[in-house]
């Protein structure tokens, strides 16, 4: 489609989440004999095996729902992970060992969504975004919640303190402040009023109780200038994963070791602020564009993608890293131009993806409407950046994502193409049955050591691994 600007709204039209976790407990070991691959309905429990995680204080204890009925190959592994699915939360055990736990649903509101899922680093607490009064919510394994925060911001997701004791999130003002900068993109000098946003921390006790928000600071972010979006459908439904810059549910906000958080300084995604905890002050920014920011395990660093927002050209996307504590920024070199990247949290492996345009179709029509086909390969880079090797390939599918389980298996998005809806439309479908020709995205497993991904979880999407 051509270029257009979104609404907010119709940005939550598409949101779905999916998100894994591997435990750090001793029934999760590595040194347990794998499972043999089976098929199994989409389920959820809690082992009895696993000591049970501390309840939170206002949970509702998981209550008849209807059960998914996707049918999946289960991973030789251990842990759980969270998923969205027909505008409900679920919570399962990667080794289809019980019934699904249900965590949470939206109401009769086609705007709500669940998005940003993210579990503890000790695995053991999912947080997420529920967008009703914009709160930002706790499950444990059982399937119990508890809201910690309303009011929160939607573009930068709340983040777990390295040792998940602690929250940040931001909190939307109404107050401006009038600020002159270089505009990155356009190298313009600007003047303006911008936003004032409050940064917030919430502390958990030794009952696993968590408190009241405290207001650790303000800071001032770019303008909203949200924008993007249109093209076809699939792409569309490629940024609503974060596969562009313009992609609104890749939003960061990451707490780094040095108690730093990154985040990203308007709704476009492109460009990375800094903002020290320990002095309540915000730092000076990148200067240049990133985007995709992801943290190493260890929280010690960061790696993401500099260069424009993708269209049909990836021209100087390149794979950098640097040190939370300065803007000091490193190049990684890659033999393709870098669209997205991710990090393995097991093996510190970095993982990145790469689209070459294949076609384009333009219909006759007066309704403007133009497809593009691409090709995906997704790549694996060793911790140091050295031995790359491409993992796996698809064409006219788009990958997201990307996310290692503890046996070395991976999980990530693919995200259908345009042709059969562009075929369907040329055979005469009418405009009220477009809907049902629309691209979807699907939870793929990769199993080690191969190259064709299989069939992990239809119609879901946004995983994220321990």
Same mark, same amino acid.
């Given at each position: 489609?051509?270029?257009?600007?979104?609404?907010?709204?119709?940005?939550?039209?598409?949101?779905?989440?999916?998100?894994?976790?591997?435990?750090?407990?001793?029934?999760?070991?590595?040194?347990?004999?794998?499972?043999?691959?089976?098929?199994?309905?989409?389920?959820?429990?809690?082992? $009895?095996?696993?000591?049970?995680?501390?309840?939170?204080?206002?949970?509702?204890?998981?209550?008849?729902?209807?059960?998914?009925?996707?049918?999946?190959?289960?991973?030789?592994?251990?842990?759980?992970?969270?998923?969205?699915?027909?505008?409900?939360?679920?919570?399962?055990?990667?080794?289809?060992?019980?019934?699904?736990?249900?965590? *949470?649903?939206?109401?009769? *509101?086609?705007?709500?969504?669940?998005?940003?899922?993210?579990?503890?680093?000790?695995?053991?607490?999912?947080?997420?975004?529920?967008?009703?009064?914009?709160?930002?919510?706790?499950?444990?394994?059982?399937?119990?919640?508890?809201?910690?925060?309303?009011?929160?911001?939607?573009?930068?997701?709340?983040?777990?303190?390295?040792?998940?004791?602690?929250?940040?999130?931001?909190?939307?003002?109404?107050?401006?402040?009038?600020?002159?900068?270089?505009?990155?993109?356009?190298?313009?000098?600007?003047?303006?009023?911008?936003?004032?946003?409050?940064?917030?921390?919430?502390?958990?006790?030794?009952?696993?109780?968590? +408190?009241?928000?405290?207001?650790?600071?303000?800071?001032?972010?770019?303008?909203?200038?949200?924008?993007?979006?249109?093209?076809?459908?699939?792409?569309?439904?490629?940024?609503?994963?974060?596969?562009?810059?313009?992609?609104?549910?890749?939003?960061?906000?990451?707490?780094?070791?040095?108690?730093?958080?990154?985040?990203?300084?308007?709704?476009?995604?492109?460009?990375?602020?800094?903002?020290?905890?320990?002095?309540?002050?915000?730092?000076?920014?990148?200067?240049?564009?990133?985007?995709?920011?992801?943290?190493?395990?260890?929280?010690?660093?960061?790696?993401?993608?500099?260069?424009?927002?993708?269209?049909?050209?990836?021209?100087?996307?390149?794979?950098?890293? +640097?040190?939370?504590?300065?803007?000091?920024?490193?190049?990684?070199?890659?033999?393709?131009?870098?669209?997205?990247?991710?990090?393995?949290?097991?093996?510190?492996?970095?993982?990145?993806?790469?689209?070459?345009?294949?076609?384009?179709?333009?219909?006759?029509?007066?309704?403007?409407?133009?497809?593009?086909?691409?090709?995906?390969?997704?790549?694996?880079?060793?911790? *140091?950046?050295?031995?790359?090797?491409?993992?796996?390939?698809?064409?006219?599918?788009?990958?997201?994502?990307?996310?290692?389980?503890?046996?070395?298996?991976?999980?990530?998005?693919?995200?259908?193409?345009?042709?059969?809806?562009?075929?369907?439309?040329? +055979?005469?479908?009418?405009?009220?049955?477009?809907?049902?020709?629309?691209?979807?995205?699907?939870?793929?497993?990769?199993? $080690?050591?191969?190259?064709?991904?299989?069939?992990?979880?239809?119609?879901?999407?946004?995983?994220?691994?321990?």
């Amino acid at each position: 489609m051509q270029l257009k600007r979104l609404t907010l709204l119709g940005v939550l039209l598409v949101g779905l989440g999916l998100a894994a976790c591997v435990p750090t407990t001793e029934s999760n070991s590595l040194n347990d004999a794998p499972e043999e691959v089976t098929t199994a309905v989409t389920t959820a429990v809690v082992r $009895s095996t696993d000591a049970p995680p501390t309840p939170l204080i206002d949970g509702a204890t998981a209550g008849p729902r209807p059960t998914p009925t996707t049918t999946l190959i289960t991973p030789s592994t251990d842990g759980y992970f969270a998923y969205v699915q027909d505008q409900n939360l679920y919570i399962q055990d990667l080794a289809q060992k019980g019934d699904p736990v249900w965590v *949470d649903d939206c109401p009769a *509101d086609e705007y709500c969504r669940m998005l940003f899922l993210k579990w503890s680093p000790d695995g053991r607490t999912l947080l997420y975004y529920h967008t009703t009064n914009n709160e930002i919510r706790l499950a444990d394994w059982q399937g119990h919640r508890q809201t910690v925060a309303k009011d929160a911001d939607f573009v930068r997701p709340a983040a777990w303190s390295p040792d998940g004791r602690r929250l940040a999130y931001f909190h939307p003002t109404t107050e401006t402040v009038e600020k002159t900068w270089v505009d990155i993109a356009s190298g313009q000098t600007l003047t303006m009023p911008v936003p004032v946003v409050e940064v917030y921390t919430v502390s958990v006790n030794d009952a696993g109780t968590w +408190g009241e928000p405290q207001l650790n600071g303000t800071l001032t972010v770019d303008p909203p200038g949200c924008g993007g979006g249109g093209r076809s459908p699939s792409e569309e439904l490629y940024e609503a994963e974060g596969g562009t810059a313009y992609g609104y549910l890749m939003g960061v906000l990451e707490w780094t070791a040095q108690d730093i958080l990154l985040y990203t300084t308007n709704c476009t995604n492109l460009g990375i602020g800094r903002y020290d905890l320990t002095t309540s002050t915000q730092l000076e920014p990148f200067a240049e564009l990133i985007s995709n920011l992801v943290l190493t395990p260890d929280k010690s660093r960061w790696v993401a993608v500099s260069g424009y927002a993708w269209s049909t050209t990836v021209d100087g996307r390149q794979l950098v890293t +640097g040190n939370p504590a300065n803007t000091a920024v490193t190049v990684i070199p890659t033999t393709q131009p870098v669209e997205m990247v991710f990090v393995g949290q097991h093996t510190g492996s970095l993982y990145y993806t790469t689209r070459q345009q294949t076609a384009e179709h333009a219909l006759t029509d007066d309704s403007g409407l133009s497809f593009r086909f691409y090709d995906t390969t997704l790549w694996r880079l060793n911790a *140091d950046g050295s031995g790359e090797t491409a993992v796996t390939q698809a064409a006219d599918h788009a990958f997201a994502h990307v996310q290692e389980l503890a046996d070395g298996s991976l999980l990530f998005v693919r995200i259908e193409n345009d042709n059969p809806l562009y075929e369907a439309i040329q +055979g005469g479908l009418p405009t009220g049955q477009w809907s049902d020709y629309y691209p979807q995205r699907h939870i793929v497993w990769l199993m $080690s050591g191969s190259s064709e991904p299989v069939p992990f979880v239809d119609n879901a999407g946004s995983p994220a691994v321990r």
